[in-house]
């Protein structure tokens, strides 16, 4: 899965601005809080992860590429083989 590509499509089809890229912010684009709620919902659905709401509204980390990162860390980490110790 390309998160990056993912992103930026549920963006695209939520706010309704075309053409974004990985350095896009969400701010930028229009994005607000009750538009928001639509693309946790949608990301969580399409990735398994859920990226903390505050993340989007970061002016340092709220670009795609940004977020993409944090659902790929959290798609690893979701990963991750438990131990079990006796």
């Known amino acids: 899965m390309n998160t990056e590509a993912t992103v930026i499509q549920i963006l695209e089809d939520v706010i309704g601005v075309k053409k974004l ?3 896009t ?3 930028d684009i229009g994005g607000n809080s ?3 709620v639509a693309v946790l919902k949608q990301i969580k659905e399409k990735t398994g ?3 903390s709401p505050r993340l989007f509204f970061d002016k340092t980390r709220s670009t795609v590429a940004a ?5 790929d860390s959290q798609r690893e980490t979701n990963r991750a083989p438990v131990s079990v110790s006796a």
Do not use: G, K, M, Y
């Open 21 to 23: 890229n990985r350095d």
């Open 25 to 27: 912010r969400f701010l």
């Open 67 to 71: 977020i993409s990162a944090e659902i």
């Open 34 to 36: 009750l538009n928001l």
């Open 49 to 51: 992860a859920a990226p």
